[in-house]
């Protein structure tokens, strides 16, 4: 039996003046995908994502959510945003946060105070913020306060979620926290994952398909289809090496001074050492 995609673009492009982000893009995403968009600075990745929340609109072709046109506010789709830290005017306790959550989830429905309460306990404890439950947001740290946006994200149980650099200033035990509770929202629940991220190692068990864009193009495909020097070199225009040290994907510009985007920082020498060079 077919599904209906969560997410289908079709033959979509977008573009600011003559600036051609990606064109003649078609893609269907299923129920419990999980998609990573990689690509260097300024490649549209954000903009990728805001055709779905329906805050860009696309300037050819058409995207659907549910077999429905993008509208802004949709229920079905939840958003882990790029981090921008609260401000000290955010008069809000971390529960406070996911709350509004899981308040804001169903509109017109409203929960039960201990059946929220109850729900919110749960997400914490999901995201690993029990301990700071009832601190003022303002006071956190970046990395505190982000695990809370997956919180809040998740508490709609979304039909796509998206995820725009969700690992930023998280140290390595949550990003992989982080990134394991989204997977199990694709899993167990059947969202769809977008994932933007400079850094695919994270969740390198996780991907099923790679968005890459770059230079106003794509590719799409497997994370081997799309992860290959040949592909990227393409893709760029310039040569690119993509190499795997120790099970992790290491992409550096052709000459081999420079770590592109979708690797770590700190390669050059690791790579030197396991090729021998
Ligand atoms: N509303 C807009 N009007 C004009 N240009 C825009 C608009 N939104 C984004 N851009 C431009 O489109 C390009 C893509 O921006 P976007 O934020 O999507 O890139 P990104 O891949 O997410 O970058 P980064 O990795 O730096 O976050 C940038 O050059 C940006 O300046």
Redesign the pocket.
């Known amino acids: 039996m077919t599904q209906t995609p969560i997410v289908k673009f079709e033959d979509a492009r977008l573009a600011?003046g003559s600036r051609v982000?990606w064109e003649q893009l078609d893609l269907s995403i299923a129920a419990g995908e999980f998609l990573a968009v990689l690509?260097p600075?300024?490649?549209?990745?954000?903009?990728f994502i805001n055709t779905m929340l329906g805050t860009t609109a696309l300037n050819h072709g058409r995207v659907s959510i549910a077999g429905e046109p993008v509208r802004r506010g949709s229920a079905a789709v939840g958003l882990i945003p790029q981090q921008r830290p609260f401000g000290d005017n955010v008069p809000l306790r971390a529960r406070d946060l996911v709350a509004l959550g899981v308040d804001g989830a169903k509109p017109g429905i409203r929960m039960a105070r201990r059946a929220v309460r109850n729900k919110v306990d749960e997400l914490l404890e999901l995201v690993g913020a029990s301990g700071y439950a009832n601190r003022a947001v303002s006071d956190l740290s970046g990395g505190e306060q982000q695990r809370l946006r997956a919180a809040q994200a998740l508490a709609s149980d979304p039909r796509v979620l998206l995820c725009d650099e969700p690992l930023l200033s998280l140290d390595l035990n949550h990003q992989q926290a982080i990134s394991e509770v989204i997977h199990r929202q694709a899993v167990e629940r059947g969202s769809a994952v977008v994932f933007v991220t400079h850094e695919i190692n994270p969740i390198l068990p996780y991907v099923d398909r790679v968005l890459y864009l770059a230079e106003g193009r794509f590719h799409l495909g497997s994370v081997d289809e799309v992860m290959q020097s040949s592909v990227l070199t393409e893709l760029y225009g310039a040569p690119v090496a993509v190499l795997r040290v120790n099970g992790r994907i290491v992409v550096v510009s052709g000459d081999g001074t420079r770590a592109l985007p979708a690797d770590g920082h700190d390669h050059i020498e690791d790579i030197e050492l396991e090729t021998g060079k």
Request: no cysteine; aromatic share 10%; proline share 0%.
């Open positions: 600011f982000l690509g600075n300024g490649s549209g990745k954000t903009s």
